[in-house]
């Protein structure tokens, strides 16, 4: 089982940026692909971002393609979301996510794709 702590949420301008980071607990972090998700209030979770295990592959929502980046480190069992150019309807709370059996393409868009699911971070971005 893997364990999964988000931090380096928080409150900031339009235009600003942010980083996100998501540490795994586990010796195996290596071997999960992962993904950001988002969920802002009202609104049901959706995709934000996803790598496969060895980082070569990622994918983006449109919304955020050009403006974010994922990225791991597997020494440190971490997954990164850097936000640029944030504006205010990026505020959500993010989680990040991990997947046990990620598909061909070596990660998944589809929540029930993840297994193991962090506590969230909140994003906010004031205009």
């Known amino acids: 089982q893997v364990q999964l702590v988000e931090s380096g949420g928080g409150l900031v301008q339009a235009g600003g940026s942010l980083r996100l980071s998501c540490a795994a607990s586990g010796r195996t972090f290596s071997s999960y692909a992962m993904g950001w998700f988002r969920q802002a209030p009202g609104k049901e979770r959706e995709f934000v971002a996803a790598i496969s295990r060895n980082g070569v592959n990622t994918a983006y929502a449109d919304s955020v393609k050009g403006r974010f980046t994922i990225s791991r480190d597997n020494a440190k069992n971490t997954v990164y979301l850097q936000m640029n150019s944030l504006n205010p309807e990026d505020t959500a709370g993010y989680y990040c996510?991990?997947?046990?059996?990620?598909?061909?393409?070596?990660?998944?868009?589809?929540?029930?794709?993840?297994?193991?699911w962090g506590q969230g971070t909140q994003v906010t971005v004031s205009s």
């Open positions: 996510a991990a997947d046990r059996l990620p598909n061909r393409y070596g990660y998944s868009q589809s929540m029930s794709s993840y297994d193991y």
